[in-house]
């Protein structure tokens, strides 16, 4: 069982930066691939960016490619999603998720979920 807590949400302005973090606790955290999915009021949940066990393979979803940047510490066992250029539409929940092995863009093979950090762009 992995455990995952993100922090790092916040009210903020369009064009501004900000960091989140998901801290995990639990064993043989380098086994599973790591991602980002985020869901506004009233919209599905949508895949944002994911990264291979290793880190060395990372995807992102159109909307946020080129303005944010997935890592990994294996030893700290933390995911770091570095997000610039927000604009309003980047407002919405941001939720941390595990899933063993492959990485995946599909949030039903994910099996460990964070509770949600809030991210707020004002226009």
């Known amino acids: 069982q992995l455990y995952l807590v993100e922090s790092g949400g916040a009210l903020v302005q369009a064009g501004d930066s900000l960091n989140l973090s998901c801290e995990a606790s639990?064993?043989?955290?380098?086994?599973?691939?790591m991602a980002w999915f985020r869901q506004a009021p009233g919209k599905d949940r949508e895949f944002v960016s994911a990264?291979?066990?290793?880190?060395?393979?990372?995807v992102y979803a159109d909307s946020v490619k080129g303005r944010f940047t997935i890592s990994r510490d294996n030893t700290k066992m933390t995911v770091l999603l570095e997000m610039n250029s927000l604009k309003p539409d980047d407002t919405a929940v941001y939720y941390c998720?595990?899933?063993?092995?492959?990485?995946?863009?599909?949030?039903?093979?994910?099996?460990?979920w964070g509770q949600g950090t809030q991210v707020t762009v004002s226009s």
């Open positions: 639990g064993p043989a955290f380098i086994s599973y691939a």
């Open positions: 990264v291979s066990l290793g880190g060395a393979t990372t």
């Open positions: 998720a595990a899933r063993r092995m492959r990485l995946s863009q599909s949030e039903n093979e994910y099996t460990y």
